[in-house]
């Protein structure tokens, strides 16, 4: 697949969802990261926050955020935001949240609950985002990672269930938080129905689909909430940028999408 660049703010295009290492049921075709950071930059994406795909799995989750943090450095160029891995139900996750902030310098930590065995009215997730917010530390929640049809048939995981999301974000005030993969279409339900339920909540636009998708979703609800995303490797890097470039996304809203949104979520 090519495409151009996505016209966007002369500040750039920061990409709020990219994955470094390999998608564990299959290679994509740039899960080398010298590669995926050329094909970004040629894109017109000059901040990316990463994630890793080895945080799945692994049971090491300190190892997993020190290689993280380690691939962002040599390969990243600045660009590299890293997003390290927190996974509640393994022991000491409390100072891998340490970790992430006072060694690796992270600005914000990724959460898979639906693959690390948790939801989202577990006591464990409060007490993460109530640490992270202590912290300043933004919240990703994946709440897909694979549509359900294509799994693999030993490995059937549902998506995240949000529903409980507005009452535990009620009670830790200063908590940001990022969905990640929520959208699928721009027709309403749960994820769009939450972003009216908090202020600190947003929503990228990786697994958006239809036609004008993008342009409805700021017709009907605020532009300052959604974030441009590309879910690279395992999609095109291209495809936000196509979204955009289809629902004729231009000015004020385009710069928000590609660029200011992100930046203030850095700086709250």
């Not at 409060?126 to 990703?140: F, M, W």
């Amino acid at each position: 697949m090519t495409s151009e660049p996505t016209t966007a703010a002369t500040a750039g295009i920061t990409d709020v969802n990219v994955w470094l290492s390999r998608w564990p049921f299959r290679r994509t075709q740039l899960d080398e990261t010298p590669a995926l950071v050329s094909r970004l930059r040629a894109l017109g994406v000059t901040q990316a926050w990463a994630g890793t795909f080895d945080a799945i799995f692994h049971r090491d989750i300190g190892g997993v955020n020190a290689r993280l943090a380690e691939d962002c450095r040599a390969h990243g160029d600045g660009m590299l935001l890293p997003f390290g891995a927190i996974n509640p139900m393994l022991p000491d996750w409390e100072e891998d949240i340490r970790r992430c902030h006072e060694v690796h310098k992270m600005p914000g930590v990724r959460l898979i609950p639906n693959y690390h065995g948790y939801k989202l009215d577990d006591p464990v997730f409060a007490q993460t985002l109530e640490l992270c917010a202590r912290r300043g530390l933004v919240v990703q929640i994946a709440v897909s990672m694979e549509d359900e049809r294509t799994q693999h048939p030993l490995v059937r995981v549902p998506n995240v269930e949000m529903a409980a999301l507005p009452p535990v974000m009620a009670k830790v005030p200063g908590a940001r938080i990022v969905l990640l993969n929520a959208l699928r279409t721009a027709r309403g339900g749960e994820p769009l129905t939450l972003l009216g339920k908090s202020e600190h909540l947003y929503v990228d636009i990786a697994m958006l689909e239809g036609v004008g998708a993008v342009a409805n979703l700021i017709e009907h609800y605020p532009v300052e909430r959604f974030l441009y995303g590309s879910y690279a490797p395992f999609y095109y890097p291209e495809s936000p940028g196509l979204k955009l470039k289809e629902s004729a996304v231009a000015g004020d809203a385009l710069s928000k999408i590609t660029h200011d949104n992100a930046s203030k979520i850095l700086t709250k």
